[in-house]
């Protein structure tokens, strides 16, 4: 099983401009996470698919934040315009089968926004 | 809401010492609780979990008890090595594998010195 894939896995980009983060959840998982980390918050949950369903985006922190997912094995985490302070490592995670509370993360996206 | 907290790192060890991570949740319910690690550059990975009180997760030497009286989830481990240097999360699930994401607590820098 190759686990959780994200793409890219570093970008820096400029303060503006739009940022796509990629992942691919792990084949038959049906929930998929996307968190945020940084040294001041921490890890924090942005939103949450159930079945390809957006369940819970209370996370996300404004409205130049979107995520989309749409088929079981791809999701993105859109940033339109970018600020210096979206800085952070995004992670993807992918969870199985009802039941099974622990969650698989990718390795993670580190953002910087200059 | 649910919370976790931590004990605030870094923590610094010498080689083949008892280490002990402190961990308390403010939860609803009973929910599932798990230890994550993170080394550096990497994500974040399933150490071990409890889903029940008085259940005991292990894994690589480590342990943790699911203790209810105290709402408590304490990592541990009996000598510890170089290699265990990295970031530990604690962090709790809604219980029976609700689609919820997990809330983690700010995670402790495990240092373990030669």
């Known amino acids: 099983d190759a686990g959780v894939i994200q793409s890219p896995r570093h970008e820096v980009t400029e303060m503006g401009q739009e940022v796509t983060l990629r992942c691919k959840p792990i084949s038959g998982h049906n929930s998929l996470f996307w968190y945020r980390q940084t040294m001041m918050r921490g890890l924090e949950l942005l939103i949450y698919?159930?079945?390809?369903?957006?369940?819970?985006d209370s996370g996300m922190p404004e409205d130049r934040f979107s995520a989309k997912m749409p088929n079981a094995s791809f999701s993105t985490l859109k940033i339109q315009p970018s600020e210096p302070r979206d800085s952070a490592v995004y992670f993807c995670?992918?969870?199985?089968?009802?039941?099974?509370?622990?969650?698989?993360f990718g390795p993670g996206t580190r953002l910087t926004v200059t | 809401g649910d919370s976790v907290t931590q004990m605030e790192g870094p923590v610094t060890l010498s080689e083949e010492a008892f280490l002990t991570i402190n961990c308390t949740y403010t939860a609803t319910g009973y929910p599932s609780l798990f230890w994550y690690v993170q080394y550096p550059g990497e994500g974040l990975q399933l150490l071990l979990k409890?889903?029940?009180?008085?259940d005991k997760g292990s894994n690589k030497g480590f342990e943790a008890t699911y203790r209810k009286e105290t709402t408590s989830f304490h990592l541990e481990k009996g000598s510890v090595q170089v290699s265990d240097s990295a970031v530990y999360f604690c962090a709790l699930g809604a219980k029976g594998g609700g689609a919820d994401g997990l809330t983690f607590g700010k995670g402790t820098h495990l240092i373990i010195q030669p």
């Open positions: 995670a992918s969870r199985g089968l009802a039941g099974a509370s622990e969650q698989y």
């Open positions: 698919f159930n079945n390809n369903v957006p369940i819970d």
């Open positions: 409890a889903t029940k009180a008085d």
